[in-house]
């Protein structure tokens, strides 16, 4: 719609009548507030606030109303100097319940932080309690005809494992075997497991060569 531009009020107003919109149904449609735009209608413009503000409410109101918005903006400019300028670089008002500094590096540091706080909580009862150990075929007092003795079990993988003062590693799931030669009679085993806080259990087996 081409409109020599003279006077913004009286031109909201035509366009308001022609469309039938009252002050309230436009501003439902545009968010602005009914406050600003009687300010606007009254020509009150040392009431509202700097220009680029304006310019936003102009831009909404034009596009409800099928006007070229900068163009009207531009005019409006001429006709009212009086209007609150600011620098050119400000900017319309961003929702303040957007957190400026929320970006994907906090985003990241955040899922770090709880994956490591998960790990904890899920580690915590091993840490804190007697560490596990498992013997998966050696029995107390068992009698066996054969020198050679292999011994199987798990264990924590992060946990140090020795039998009889010889320490004996564990693959990255935890599980261990180590093959002893016996000596004809009682041989007896002792197995202690630590944690990183020190915490041992301690388990003694005995096995009998029979030759």
Do not use: C
Not at 17 to 45: A, D, Q
Not at 168 to 174: N, R, S, Y
Not at 190 to 210: D, P, S
């Amino acid at each position: 719609m081409e409109v020599e531009i003279k006077n913004l009020s009286a031109i909201l107003v035509e366009a308001l009548r022609t469309k039938s919109l009252t002050i309230e149904k436009l501003s439902s449609m545009t968010g602005i507030s009914e406050r600003f735009l009687n300010l606007l209608l009254e020509e009150n413009f040392k009431k509202l606030p700097a220009a680029p503000y304006v310019h936003g409410y102009i831009i909404k109101i034009a596009d409800v109303l099928n006007m070229n918005g900068e163009k009207l903006w531009q005019e409006y400019l001429k006709d009212h100097n009086s209007i609150n300028r600011s620098g050119k670089k400000d900017k319309l008002p961003q929702n303040r319940f957007v957190n400026k500094s929320f970006n994907k590096k906090t985003v990241i540091v955040v899922l770090i932080i709880v994956l490591i706080l998960l790990y904890v909580i899920i580690r915590l009862p091993s840490i804190l309690g007697k560490p596990p150990l498992t013997l998966a075929n050696i029995a107390n007092n068992a009698i066996v005809t054969n020198p050679e003795y292999q011994i199987t079990g798990k264990i924590n993988p992060s946990d140090k494992l020795t039998i009889n003062n010889g320490i004996v590693f564990a693959d990255p799931e935890g599980n261990f075997q180590k093959t002893i030669k016996l000596d004809p009679g009682f041989n007896t085993f002792e197995f202690k497991v630590k944690n990183i806080l020190g915490r041992e259990t301690a388990l003694t087996k005995q096995v009998f060569y029979k030759l």
